[in-house]
């Protein structure tokens, strides 16, 4: 984790003021400095100059760190193309805007911003010479990406290879609404040190008002100096256009495809032609964001096209903002917002092409999208079937089959997740059936792979493990590079019982995409199964280094500190884990195992009431509570929560434990029950010395001289025992010998 006075957070409004102190003193040998005002060039305005800068440098030097993070570079710098080459494409990344069916997860960002933040540290760390200083203005007017980028920047930053400087407003920079993996206000907070500006003498500005507005528009918008924007602001509106026109006609001859998502579109809609070059830039740049997952800026641009454009004379870009904006406040959990805009739409459209996809979207929305409290299962289900109804009228043959298959397959989501998954199977292989029959076969290949998955996932449900199988290896044959296929398949296989199986699966998986949390989490899970606690331990060590609120990882590694003797670092990441999420079970019954440990098990059985009190199928929570029980000396109520333990679940290790209570009560016979039960085939010498104990005292010496025996001859230490306990046995013991 980066120490905090390793970086610095320099907050003030007046620009000069702030650039000022940005470039003053770095603390290392200055990397960049960088502007990262949205406008300029859209999403990853900052991180895309940053790459433009250097990655042709490590492309010559170092090509194997370059091509190990090329879809991040590309993601984020698409001008790259042309010397960095794309080997890991996906159906999703090659489909035509027409079958475009599968849209990136919202949190595919965060994985871009782990992915470049390895980038970057393997970047310095080759380039030697100790730490470099990148600086970076502007990034309170940062599209959503580039603040995300330099939120984990903060966080995880090496401090022996880079430290950051960077400039805001005077206020902290605003999160954006819905959910953010990665705030940046908070990361500012936590990990930078501030520092301060000294006030500075506004330096009136050269020129007449034409020069100092043209000195605006050069500058794409993005200078905060009063006298530029005063001088433009007075400015005829004609010539202010006639600027922005003069200025979006150079920057499209510079031909490089991020200018089109930032100061491109930004001219064109202040040019001489808003309604015409502008919406057209603006659609664009709304069409790129949303098939790369830019979800915030595809709902900027929706609303700036939308208030630019007549409905009525424009329907066609009028829908394409409003439907991408849709899409994209859903992604972005955002429901609510996503609702308002349909309802408003189709009071304004009989396009039964719009009114078709505005019905499914809506379905989809009830079903997934809006919060748990307000799916409404019954809702999507009526407008599944509108969306299915207005299908049937497409006059287009093929057209008809795709639609019909694809509006099918949401409708099998709503049954679902309404209980009927045999329903959902039936339309799901209907949808496969009728492309296969009516398209040809490179027609709709992603729509084709995202039905098999969708079967595949069905069979899964309902245990038909070799149809799922089956599958998800057709939809890997059709599409390789497609991480989540790759995962899909190796939980499954998992499933399966074929762990060895499932670690090539998730290994593959790691190397088609951006660091993916979930991934590591999972190969650490097989590792600990197949008895790799170091290797696992690693892997959910680098799972928190991806996103520190992952509760699951810090309740495994927990569970193997504790497991390993390290109770300081057990109790660490249980208190973690419980920071996040204060009433998990899981993670109160290792704090109970921990006060257990502390010699305080008053404190145990409260901590573990209070887990079985929310989770009573918890059985390690029983038998947890019941070592507290007994060592507060109550051995009936510890005995009642074995059996409740061994209720729910039959583990041999609760059974010795339960058994040696019960010889302690003197229940020998069900004592012996449970260690026979306990020790199945084995020759535990420990299961069969207490065995012989209660056997013992049942009068069964020669049953209990058989294990005895078998004790002595297993262990030193147990013959000793025995010695004391039945020392005629080892006479013959020794002559064998």
């Not at 920057?251 to 491109?264: D, F, H, K, M, W």
């Not at 996932?457 to 590079?481: C, F, K, T």
Request: charged content about 25%; glycine content about 6%.
């Amino acid at each position: 984790m980066a120490e905090l006075a390793n970086h610095h957070w320099i907050r003030a409004d007046r620009p000069d003021e702030r650039r000022a102190v940005l470039v003053a003193e770095p603390c290392a040998p200055v990397l960049a400095v960088l502007d990262a005002h949205r406008r300029l060039r859209g999403p990853y305005t900052a991180a895309g100059t940053l790459l433009r800068l250097i990655v042709p440098e490590a492309l010559t030097r170092w090509p194997d760190l370059v091509h190990r993070h090329a879809i991040e570079i590309l993601s984020v710098a698409p001008e790259l193309r042309s010397v960095v080459p794309a080997t890991r494409e996906t159906l999703t990344s090659l489909a035509v805007p027409a079958e475009r069916t599968r849209f990136y997860s919202r949190l595919r960002t965060a994985r871009l911003a782990n992915g470049l933040t390895e980038f970057l540290h393997g970047y310095l760390r080759q380039l030697g010479g100790g730490p470099r200083c990148l600086l970076v203005d502007n990034l309170h007017h940062a599209d959503p990406t580039d603040r995300e980028l330099f939120a984990v920047l903060l966080r995880r930053a090496d401090p022996a290879v880079l430290c950051l400087h960077l400039a805001t407003a005077a206020v902290p920079p605003a999160d954006p609404p819905g959910p953010v993996p990665f705030p940046l206000g908070e990361a500012l907070t936590r990990y930078a040190a501030v520092r301060t500006t000294p006030a500075a003498v506004p330096q009136p500005r050269a020129g007449d008002d034409e020069e100092l507005a043209r000195q605006y528009v050069w500058s794409d918008g993005v200078t905060d100096d009063a006298g530029m924007l005063a001088a433009y602001q007075r400015l005829d509106p004609a010539r202010r256009a006639a600027l922005h026109d003069a200025r979006g006609d150079e920057l499209v001859q510079v031909a490089e495809a991020s200018l089109r998502l930032g100061a491109i579109p930004y001219h064109r809609e202040h040019g001489s032609e808003p309604a015409a070059a502008g919406v057209a830039s603006l659609c664009e740049a709304l069409f790129i964001c949303l098939d790369n997952g830019f979800y915030h800026a595809t709902v900027e641009l929706g609303r700036r096209g939308l208030a630019l454009l007549d409905p009525a004379a424009q329907p066609i870009p009028w829908w394409a903002f409003t439907t991408k904006m849709t899409t994209s406040l859903s992604a972005l959990g955002r429901g609510e917002e996503a609702i308002e805009l349909y309802d408003e739409a189709r009071a304004r459209t009989t396009d039964p092409t719009q009114q078709r996809q505005a019905a499914y979207a809506t379905a989809m929305l009830y079903t997934r999208h809006l919060g748990a409290d307000r799916h409404n299962q019954r809702l999507a289900r009526a407008w599944s079937n509108i969306a299915i109804a207005l299908t049937e009228a497409i006059a287009d043959p093929r057209e008809r089959a795709f639609q019909s298959a694809f509006q099918r397959n949401g409708l099998a989501l709503v049954a679902t997740h309404d209980g009927a998954p045999d329903e959902a199977l039936r339309l799901v292989e209907d949808g496969i059936d009728r492309l296969d029959r009516e398209l040809d076969d490179g027609q709709h290949a992603l729509h084709r792979s995202v039905l098999r998955h969708n079967r595949s996932m069905l069979h899964l449900g309902a245990g038909r493990y070799e149809a799922a199988l089956a599958d998800l290896n057709a939809v890997i044959e059709a599409d390789p590079n497609y991480a989540e296929y790759r995962f899909d398949r190796g939980n499954l296989l998992r499933r399966m019982g074929r762990p060895y199986e499932a670690l090539a699966d998730y290994e593959t998986a790691l190397t088609l995409s951006p660091p993916f949390p979930e991934v590591y989490y999972n190969r650490g899970d097989t590792r600990l199964e197949l008895g790799d606690a170091d290797g696992a331990a690693a892997d959910f060590s680098y799972v928190l280094e991806l996103d520190p609120d992952y509760v699951d990882a810090y309740l495994n590694r927990a569970g193997l500190r504790l497991a390993a003797g390290d109770l300081t670092g057990a109790a660490e990441d249980t208190a973690a884990g419980l920071r996040i999420a204060p009433g998990n079970v899981h993670l109160l019954c290792v704090r109970g195992q921990l006060e257990l440990s502390d010699g305080d098990p008053a404190a145990a059985e409260r901590t573990l009431s209070a887990a079985l009190a929310a989770a009573p199928e918890l059985a390690a929570g029983w038998a947890a509570r019941a070592t507290a029980r007994y060592e507060l000396g109550d051995v009936p109520a510890a005995l009642a929560d074995l059996d409740r333990a061994l209720s729910l679940l039959d583990d041999p290790e609760m059974r010795f434990n339960r058994a040696v209570l019960l010889a302690e009560a003197g229940r020998h016979a069900e004592a012996v029950d449970d260690l026979t039960a306990a020790g199945g085939s084995s020759d535990d010498p420990q299961i069969r010395w207490e065995r012989a104990r209660s056997l013992l005292a049942l009068g069964d010496t020669r049953a209990a001289d058989d294990d005895l025996r078998a004790c002595a001859a297993a262990d030193p230490e147990l013959a000793d025992q025995v010695r004391r306990l039945r020392p005629q046995l080892l006479e013959p013991l020794s002559a064998a010998t």
